[in-house]
């Protein structure tokens, strides 16, 4: 059925870049069998989901929206991929994203954006967008997203549906294609907060692959997202980040938002605000980060090592044909974040921006630090803005950067956040979220509020 929805709706939402109808169907198959043999299977077992076309799948194209991985067959499963096939998840196929995740509206993707289904004029956010448009247009009831500064989040919330950063380190980063490796973080996405949960625990914990993955038990979120589901959340003292409001934020988000507090003062949280003044500083400060370590990440598509190659005509130089392979492969947005990453990291300016913007990053975890001694979890919109209009930002990078205003501060300091569907804008009718940050490791803080709030 998933199959079918997919042929009917995408040639009009684009959320996929590869379809795996054989593969979809013979993992269902197995799935079947260990069922009619009665074997023990997993809770996801045989449920269908979108992976970001970020993960690597043995045998399967990944190009993670980029002309330079064109054609590139990984010969090894991600991790998280292969949680997913033990755990009898479906993979229906991979989805369309920004090039290399650098972006907040997929119009980045090398192979043409993805649309919102609420209106096939908008974003459906980025860099994940194909995962959180093939959720909101029922083609899958799960996915995964990656995080670096914001995407999951933001296409969870400008799509209406549910996407989770969990704390760095939570899930494996082993095949996740780097961008930005002391911030990328893969997490679920789905429709609804339990959902997110159950998936949640199927992709998390330890992995002796990825150097920072956190050798510690998984965060109990699916019995947090169930408790949640009572409603009641007496004595949970929630901090309202007052940074995230003013300017650059459409009323129709604001005003979701103070329905939102309202909402959760009736569920019998305590709120108050609390105020975090180095997040201020957090666009400036990823912007300087994420280059950098893309930068360096990047080097590895050299036009030897993988996919494109573009020149190799036996006159030229290996620096040639690397240089017309890079000249050719990556994208304007690839490219800009690259000049400015290797300008950033150069002797002389290292100090002044690197050096700087990684003293931010820890004002920004003090602030959070001092912020969760006095509340249990921090709640702002996720988006200062709902769903914009495609073209409306792709040739303004600064305007593109501000969608990620509000999710930036988790990914620099490590911690879990995640965006839950909030209504709809009373001004364009478009989707909102509620962002909820909890301290790291305290992953089942967040669901247990989403869940009571959803
Ligand atoms: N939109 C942000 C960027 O362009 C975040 C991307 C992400 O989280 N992968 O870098």
């Keep these: 059925a998933h199959l079918d929805r997919i042929a009917e709706t995408d040639g009009k939402v684009h959320a996929f870049l590869h379809v795996d109808t054989e593969g979809a169907l013979a993992q ?11 074997e023990q299977v997993s809770p996801l077992a045989g449920v269908p989901l979108a992976l970001k076309d970020v993960m690597t799948t043995e045998g399967v194209p990944t190009t993670v929206g980029s002309k330079i991985l064109e054609g590139w067959i990984p010969p090894y499963d991600a991790t998280v991929t292969r949680r997913l096939k033990e755990a009898g998840v479906v ?14 509206s997929t119009e980045n993707s090398a192979y043409g954006p993805t649309h919102n289904p609420w209106d096939l004029d908008r974003i459906p956010g980025g860099s994940g967008g194909g995962s959180s448009a093939a959720l909101a247009a029922l083609q899958a009831p799960l996915a995964i997203g990656t995080d670096t500064g914001g995407s999951i989040r933001q296409p969870g919330a400008v799509t209406g549906t549910v996407g989770v950063k969990p704390t760095y380190g939570g899930v494996s980063r082993y095949g996740l294609v780097a961008f ?9 996405c789905a429709r609804t907060v339990l959902d997110a949960a159950l998936l949640h625990e199927v992709i998390a914990g330890y992995d002796h692959m990825d150097s920072t993955s956190i050798n510690a038990p998984v965060p109990p979120v699916v019995a947090a997202a169930r408790e949640g589901l009572s409603g009641d959340l007496s004595g949970l003292r929630i901090g309202v980040v007052t940074q995230f409001t003013g300017e650059g934020y459409q009323q129709g988000v604001l005003r979701s938002f103070e329905a939102a507090v309202s909402q959760l003062k009736e569920l019998g949280a305590e709120i108050a605000d609390v105020s975090c003044p180095s997040f201020d500083y957090a666009l400036p400060a990823y912007y300087l980060i994420a280059p950098s370590e893309c930068s360096s990440n990047l080097a590895r598509f050299d036009a030897m090592r993988y996919g494109l190659r573009v020149g190799d005509d036996g006159t030229r130089s290996t620096e040639e044909v690397m240089s017309l392979t890079r000249e050719a492969g990556f994208g304007a947005e690839v490219k800009r974040r690259i000049m400015i990453g290797t300008y950033a990291l150069s002797s002389g300016y290292y100090d002044a921006y690197y050096g700087s913007a990684q003293k931010v990053r820890t004002l920004i975890t003090q602030d959070f630090a001092k912020a969760f001694e006095k509340f249990d979890v ?4 996720t988006t200062p803005t709902t769903a914009f209009k495609i073209g ?5 990078p600064m305007a593109m950067y501000k969608a990620d205003l509000c999710t930036i501060p988790a990914n620099l300091a490590g911690t879990p956040a995640m965006s839950v569907p909030s209504g709809l804008s009373d001004e364009d009718g478009m989707p909102v979220g509620l962002q909820i940050m909890a301290p790291a490791l305290q992953d089942h803080r967040m669901y247990r509020v989403a869940a009571a709030y959803e």
């Design 28 to 38: 269902a198959r197995r799935v079947d069998e260990a069922v009619k043999a009665g």
């Design 91 to 104: 993979i229906l196929g991979k989805t369309n994203m920004d090039e290399f995740a650098m972006g907040s």
């Design 180 to 188: 930005s490796s002391s911030l990328d973080q893969a997490g679920p």
């Design 378 to 381: 921090l709640i702002s919109p």
């Design 392 to 396: 409306e930002r792709a040739n303004d």
